[in-house]
């Protein structure tokens, strides 16, 4: 028999509030608060949802802004204050709220499993309005939380416990945490600490002079971009890792002038975007021994990486070290996605002579300019006598002579080509689709059996 619903039948309601709580759980709490205006029982079902999610702009923006937002977490956590919280989430940057960290230690006492702060960073005097800096630190049972799967702290201060045991942190994300002035508490401290993490970002202070990760059980490391970068000045600060089960790490724009890679055995899938040099518009000096030795190490302690997604920066710095250096052989890398820049298309073979077992290649290349340094592909990489099977070329614009000397130069050269995907950015305007493919076809004596992809 087919069950009937009637119009405007409330299914939700008859859910049972342990469900309709972990529903509710993933609601903004201002939303699941909306909900106790739709009946009786939904009036008290928000102070149940075992969790908070709030935002200070959610609040008046008034004088007592401050005592608002403590009042409401108070009466939160008072309400059933002998159950467990899993997650609590607070954005209070906005504003600068006294022996705030006391409530995040209650929440913490309460066996939480996601952590999510971001602090303020500055404090408005009465007197004067001026804003001064200033920095909350977390609770110290932060770092003995023994639930705690999930941490994600934005602009707040870690000060040294003395130590740190946190047995089920998973997922660690740190932007511009400030460490306290005694220089015992850093990254490779915390780090050390968390015996199962699987997964840290971080954007790091300035004020380390030297950052190091250290784990056995980290598996996706990044360092994104950081978009108040003071780029016009040149900084001297190292990072190190050390994590032989790391199998993702992503390095985006240059935070450290120097880099070292230690152990990166199990490593599968690296995206660089970084020059090795911190400054706006620099690259190294290629005479700068130090510097080329440091690219070398580097370069060869991701060798074992099969996957890499480069980005134009990088491969300009590439292009400048192998005038002086030899570019190590990456034979475990089987796929590569790379910003190419017009002007450094004559660098292209040397580049995937390193890569003697690729079999995948994303090539993305950039609108041709009026007036372009003529280039030659002559040199044959080894990948593509056996093993390269599928090439994409992305970034085409129309059909024009770089177009058309990089797509022969893969036709032409490649004995084991399965398919060549030509990505246009718009519809070309001088070639129709049926003339690049017969001019294609002319080419493929070499690869019969390549199949040829079009997109506009």
Known sequence: MESTVMPGFDRISELPESLISQILLHLPTKDSVKTSVLSTRWKNLW?????????????????????????FIDRFLQFNNESRLQKFKVDYSRDKIIKFSDRIGDAISRGIRVLDVESNTYYRDADDCIDYPCIEFMPLNLYSCKTLVSLKLSYSGLEDPGFVYLPCLKFMHLREVRWDSSGTMNLEKLVSGCPVLEELIYLHDDKLVVTRVRSRSLKRFSIPFRHKLSLFRRVTQTFEIDAPGLEYMSLKADHFDRIVVKNLTSLFMIDLDIKFIVGFGWMFDPEDLPKRNEIRD????????RHMVI???????????????????????????AAFPSSLLQFLPAFLESFPNLKHLILETECPVEVMEKFELVNVPRCFVSTLEHVEIKGLFDWGEQDMKIASYFL?????????????????????????????????????????????
Do not use: W
């Not at 060869?300 to 990486?305: A, F, K, L, M």
């Not at 070290?321 to 030899?326: A, E, F, M, R, T």
């Open 298 to 305: 580097f370069l060869t302690g991701i060798s074992s990486v």
């Open 311 to 337: 980005s134009h920066n990088t491969v300009k710095a590439l292009d400048l070290y192998s005038k002086v250096g030899l570019i190590p052989k990456f034979n475990n890398l089987s796929r590569v996605e």
């Open 47 to 71: 102070l149940n949802v075992p969790g908070l999610d709030l935002n200070c702009r959610d609040f008046p923006f008034q004088n007592n802004n401050e005592k608002l937002l403590i009042d």
């Open 412 to 456: 032409e050269n490649s004995a084991v080509l399965k398919k060549l995907i030509l990505s246009f950015m718009g519809c070309p305007q001088h070639y129709s689709e049926s003339d690049i493919y017969e001019e294609l076809n002319k080419l493929t004596k070499r690869s019969p059996r390549c199949q040829i992809i079009i997109r506009c």
